[in-house]
């Protein structure tokens, strides 16, 4: 199944929705909490810290004056303050997620490249670590998801690629506490 790595001007992307890298290691999510977050295998990297604003069936649009907008019913809640013809968000194998034209690069979450949290501790909770795995139909919208949870970053990381390869999932995400 393809999965979407970019948005380009024009394109929408509706609340519960989310871009992959093509290498599959990034997940662009656009949560039902209204919050856009980026996530590495091993949690969260970068948000648009909009939890809790007035979101319900927000829209993230790449406009075609370049800038990209998280809409919600009331208006624009936040922004890249990019402006440019031919624009595109991507999300790239590296980590980062870009707004960029023929001129460039305008603007990045500025992830590229991250490094993995260096101390794990493990939990005597069974759930505190989860792993979830998304599968997308060709038009972005999720065929499926399913959650794991385990003792460790590293129980859940393995269990969840495991898991991903047997299904052939587009995208996973590993995190801490509730997926």
């Known amino acids: 199944m ?5 948005l380009d001007a024009g394109d929408r992307l509706p609340i519960g929705n989310a871009l992959s890298s093509p290498n599959h290691d990034y ?7 209204g919050n856009l977050v980026l996530s590495a295998p091993w949690g969260p990297i970068w948000s648009t810290k909009t939890t809790g604003k007035n979101l319900t069936n927000g829209v993230a649009i790449m406009q075609n004056d370049g800038n990209f907008v998280l809409y919600g019913p009331d208006g624009s809640v936040w922004d890249s303050d990019t402006h440019g013809s ?3 968000l991507i999300v790239q194998n590296d980590g980062n997620v870009v707004i960029q034209n023929r001129d460039g690069v305008l603007w990045s979450t500025k992830t590229a490249n991250p ?3 260096q101390h794990e501790e493990e939990s005597d ?9 998304y599968t997308y139909h060709d038009d972005g919208d999720t065929v499926s ?11 859940a990381s393995i269990k969840c690629n495991q898991l991903r390869q047997r299904y052939l999932a587009d995208a996973v995400q590993v995190g801490r506490g509730e997926c």
């Not at 393809?2 to 970019?6: D, N």
């Not at 909770?125 to 795995?133: K, P, R």
């Not at 998801?145 to 129980?155: G, W």
């Open 125 to 133: 909770s069974e759930e505190a670590y989860c792993c979830t795995i």
């Open 27 to 33: 997940v662009l999510r656009f949560q039902n909490d």
């Open 145 to 155: 998801e399913e959650t794991i949870y385990a003792k460790s970053y590293s129980s």
């Open 86 to 88: 031919h624009c595109a």
């Open 2 to 6: 393809a999965t979407r790595s970019r």
């Open 115 to 117: 490094t993995r949290p």
